[in-house]
């Protein structure tokens, strides 16, 4: 059956605590990014969102990786936190501009993340969502948005980003609305509700479930158990994005290396 292709990881790869429960002890600092290149697929790089970095660190990163790994990135905040999304064109721009394409094939979407209170206004959504530029230096970019408002729990907010191919991220185990319908060729997950209670942070049940959707959305499909709100999309097969996120911050590696081994099985 096809289906796309699976990235799986965490939020960056600096965190003090994973030092000895999933670095190695001895392993130093700058060899965190080729270790965790070795056991996940994808890192969600939040850092972009607070500040610029340069080109050469993308480029960096783009080396200290295997080629099938991918690096999402939060874009700026000065675009996101605006009061009018429609006036963020030059923040978006100087961000796409930065340098980000050095990760090359290895970049993947850019998550705009809304600050939680951004209630949804349907024109000022909507024109955000068309400002977001579709290439940078004959790069294609891809585009996911985290609306965190439950006012975006609806058809219309769907409707708006299937127009312009930009992922609703579906945030999932958090204090936010879930958002299951796909919206893009490709689907952008962040699970975030790892606790200390569970060895590997979820469950082996709720691990079980989480692998089902990913390998459900590759396939083309929608996860039934999960909110929808608008008509399936045609059945194709997408790019899938998972990242483990907050909660339990020092069992998300357990967590995101659990899910790959279980999607390994139910596709091979």
């Known amino acids: 059956m096809a289906m796309g292709r699976i990235f799986i990881g965490v939020g960056g790869w600096t965190f003090e605590p994973w030092r000895g429960t999933y670095y190695p002890e001895k392993l130093t600092q700058k060899r965190e990014l080729e270790h965790m290149g070795s056991t996940m697929t994808g890192v969600e790089v939040n850092g972009t969102f607070y500040g610029s ?8 990163w783009h080396d200290e990786v295997p080629a099938d790994f991918m690096f999402t990135l939060k874009g700026t905040r000065y675009a996101t936190n605006k009061k009018v999304l429609a006036d963020a064109s030059e923040s978006v721009l100087r961000f796409t501009a930065s340098g980000i394409v050095e990760l090359k094939d290895k970049l993947g979407p850019i998550n705009w993340q809304l600050a939680a209170t951004k209630k949804f206004d349907p024109a000022d959504f909507g024109a955000f969502l068309n400002l977001l530029p579709a290439t940078q230096d004959n790069k294609t970019l ?8 439950e006012s975006f729990a609806n058809a219309e907010a769907v409707a708006l980003a299937r ?3 930009v992922a609703l991220i579906t945030g ?15 689907v952008y997950l962040r699970l975030q509700g790892t606790s200390e209670d569970n060895e590997k942070g979820y469950s082996e049940k709720a ?10 959305y590759a396939r083309g499909g929608v996860p039934t158990d999960l909110p929808s709100f608008a008509p399936a999309p045609a059945e194709t097969p997408r790019d899938v994005f998972a990242f483990v996120i907050s909660g339990f911050k020092e069992k998300n590696p357990a967590a995101a290396m659990a899910l790959i081994e279980r999607v390994k099985k139910l596709t091979s």
């Open 172 to 186: 999932a185990d958090a204090d936010y609305s879930v958002i299951a319908d796909p919206t893009a060729d490709f």
């Open 207 to 216: 691990l079980d479930a989480w692998a089902d959707r990913i390998v459900t």
């Open 53 to 60: 970095q340069k080109p050469e660190s993308f480029r960096k």
């Open 163 to 165: 127009e312009t191919g």
């Open 142 to 149: 891809r585009h996911a948005v985290e609306a965190r408002h």
